[in-house]
């Protein structure tokens, strides 16, 4: 039987939704491939990300949401659309509740977009909910006790760094830095070192592969093809681990400035709290290597990774959902 309550992650890698009963039921990248003649919607998730980088011109295959927040509206209520309705199963005898969560820094007029695209796409009811706050919840952190719990939550477009307590937000910090980041990092490093033009699946491919947010003593390798930038001719090349490392300084910095400017704003009492529990860490790109351990030595503070780090805020938005009551002073947005 179809559930009327769906959480959804709309994050700018991934759309994963969650469903009371079943758990994560999508779990699909946020790309619409769409026709450039008649603007027809051709592929959504996993079908459309195949075509990233090797369309004709008459087809484009692109993410509409940025940053974490919509670039592209209308193609992000057909993606909502598809989304809820491949979730329903199809045939539904009546509109779902949905909860959609969203970056911590987002304005109020890119959360009202959001609820009108959630309810143009098909939804009863659109509550709104920060991205922090579920990640916590689908990580078992107690976030309704009295004492300091630090969530940080790293996905495709946006690194969201929290202090929580009594239900809310005491702290935090949104940057625009995520693994979308580190893949256009890891493209100009490739590009200016080796000479080699890579497309964004294959600077994606080196990151899971051999990346690592530390320099490691055992280096890993792995071949990479492309288009050679002088010749134009296709050409492979070794690239490290060491190579990752040195593209995405910068933005590792990015995220450890964030951090300690979340310590800086915490009260004594909650940062004795997070001293002794530690970080928890979630998000896609929280699972690059030792990224845990680089946040523990800049801070001094122990860093976990949430187990099913990726699926955190899913099932965080399906549990609020579930429990409105509980969680409903932790909405930002409801209609």
Sequence with gaps: MFSSKIGIDLGTTNVLVYMPRRGIVINEPSVVAISVLDKKILAVG???????????????????MKDGVIADYKTTETMLRYF?????????????????AVPGGITSTQRRAVIDATLAAGAKAAYIIKEPICA??????????????MIIDIGGGTAEIAVLSLGGIVT??????????FDTAIQEHIRRKHGLAIGERTSEEIKIGVG????????????VRGRDMV???????????????????SDLQGIIDALKDVFHDTPPELSADI????????????????????LARATGVTAHV??????????????????????????????
């Design 46 to 64: 996993r079908d459309a990300k195949d075509m990233l980088g090797r369309t004709p011109d008459t087809i484009i295959a692109h993410r509409p």
């Design 84 to 100: 809820i309705n491949k979730a329903a199963g199809g045939f539904r005898i009546r509109r779902p509740e949905v909860m959609v």
């Design 136 to 149: 916590a919840i689908g990580a078992d952190i107690p976030i309704g006790s009295a004492s300091g719990h």
């Design 172 to 181: 935090s910090r949104s940057v625009r830095i995520g693994g979308n980041r």
């Design 212 to 223: 690592s947010a530390m320099y490691l003593e055992d280096r890993l390798t792995m071949e």
């Design 231 to 249: 010749t134009g001719l296709p050409k492979t090349i070794s690239v490290t681990s060491d190579d990752v490392t040195d593209a995405i300084q």
């Design 275 to 294: 001293i002794e529990r530690g970080m928890m860490m979630s998000g896609g790109t929280s699972l690059l290597r030792n990224l845990d351990e680089l």
């Design 306 to 335: 949430a187990e099913d780090a990726l699926l955190c805020v899913a099932k965080g938005t399906g549990i609020a959902l579930e429990n409105l009551d509980v969680y409903k002073r932790s909405l930002v947005g409801t209609k």
